[in-house]
């Protein structure tokens, strides 16, 4: 797992770029959208890496967030860093979704936590929104997206082996259609 996290801080630092774009954007067509929003600075040099069923999709460290486009729908989505975290999802078409990254004391070093929020978690909405609206999202190109799937082929196997043997029936966290962040609150 240090492995891991090593070689996918390395890639950040090496080959992260940014959009231009910032701000909440609606999703493309048929789409719903999830930005991963890290609103503190606690732990800003750990990454944290992201995946949808059995892909890898982003990583980023620091006070960062990701947007990312998913198929409406039942959606496993989950972040790795010292642990991992699943985040049984249900999407809606045309939709926008925050989870706050949480990053907590570990036993050695800190762990991800995933926690969807609505416009009622108003504190943190309010964080995220400003953060979204202030600066643009951390992407990671294509092609290292997809070296990192192969490379991390063998923990996505394993990670979802453990979640559908023992997590999938845990009272879990989750992202709900009527948590999607309405249109007023989003400017």
């Known amino acids: 797992m240090k492995k891991l996290v090593l070689i996918t801080f390395l890639i950040i630092m090496g080959y992260t770029s940014q959009v231009s774009a910032q701000g909440f954007t609606p999703p493309s067509t048929g789409k719903?959208?999830?930005y991963f929003a890290?609103?503190?600075?606690y732990g800003f040099a750990v990454a944290f890496?992201?995946?949808?069923?059995?892909?890898?999709?982003?990583?980023f460290k620091g006070e960062n967030y990701m947007r990312y486009e998913f198929e409406p729908g039942e959606q496993l989505i989950w972040g790795a860093?010292?642990?991992?975290?699943?985040?049984?999802s249900n999407l809606k078409e045309g939709d926008i979704y925050v989870v706050i990254v949480d990053i907590k004391a570990g036993k050695k070093k800190p762990v991800i936590g995933l926690r969807?929020?609505?416009?009622?978690?108003?504190?943190?909405?309010t964080r995220a929104k400003k953060l979204i609206l202030?600066?643009?999202?951390?992407?990671?190109?294509?092609?290292?997206?997809?070296?990192?799937n192969i490379k991390f082929s063998a923990?996505?196997?394993e990670s979802l082996q453990l979640y559908e043997s023992t997590l999938?029936?845990?009272?879990?966290?989750?992202?709900?259609?009527e948590m999607a962040i309405p249109l007023e609150n989003q400017k």
Do not use: C, M, Q, W
Not at 168 to 177: A, D, G, M, Q
């Open 81 to 88: 860093g010292e642990n991992i975290e699943f985040l049984p």
């Open 116 to 125: 969807p929020i609505d416009e009622n978690d108003i504190e943190l909405f």
């Open 168 to 177: 999938k029936e845990e009272n879990l966290r989750k992202i709900t259609p």
């Open 38 to 41: 890290r609103i503190s600075a």
């Open 134 to 148: 202030k600066k643009p999202p951390v992407i990671i190109n294509d092609k290292d997206v997809e070296k990192l």
């Open 155 to 157: 923990f996505i196997s």
């Open 32 to 34: 719903a959208v999830v």
């Open 49 to 59: 890496d992201f995946y949808l069923n059995d892909k890898f999709i982003g990583a």
